[in-house]
Nanobody, 122 residues
Framework: VQLVESGGGLVQAGGSLRLSCAASGRVSDISVMGWYRQAPGKQRDLVADISSGGATNYRDSVRGRFTISKDNAENILYLTMNNLKPDDTAVYYC?????????????????WGQGTQVTVSS
């Protein structure tokens, strides 16, 4: 699975951005896709994810401001970010989780995009 993000940039507080992540390869094996972010000096944290069935999950600080969605026909994952705050400044990474059944049991593989910078000025 290959993931390519786009859509980051510089925006003022209160503004909006939409991130995109184009997936290719064995996309039919993807069970969950999500967005993570990493600010300088901090760990990489989950922002939101969406299952193959469409169930979504958000971190508390972005719930109500961010929306995760996907276009299954085009294999594109989106993150629409509204009312952005300076604390949202980070590198945002697209993630895909693949689970494959083997003789030894289910194996999980994690794939990451290259990241896209989001900077929110105050």
């Amino acid at each position: 699975v290959q993931l390519v993000e786009s859509g980051g940039g510089l925006v003022q507080a209160g503004g909006s951005l939409r991130l995109s992540c184009a997936a290719s390869g064995r996309v039919s094996d993807i069970s969950v896709m999500g967005w993570y972010r990493q600010a300088p000096g901090k760990q990489r944290d989950l922002v939101a994810d969406i299952s193959s069935g469409g169930a979504t999950n958000y971190r508390d600080s972005v719930r109500g401001r961010f929306t995760i969605s996907k276009d299954n026909a085009e294999n594109i994952l989106y993150l629409t970010m509204n009312n952005l705050k300076p604390d949202d400044t980070a590198v945002y990474y697209c993630h895909a989780e693949v689970r494959i059944a083997t003789i030894e049991g289910t194996r999980q593989f994690d794939y990451w995009g290259q990241g896209t910078q989001v900077t929110v000025s105050s």
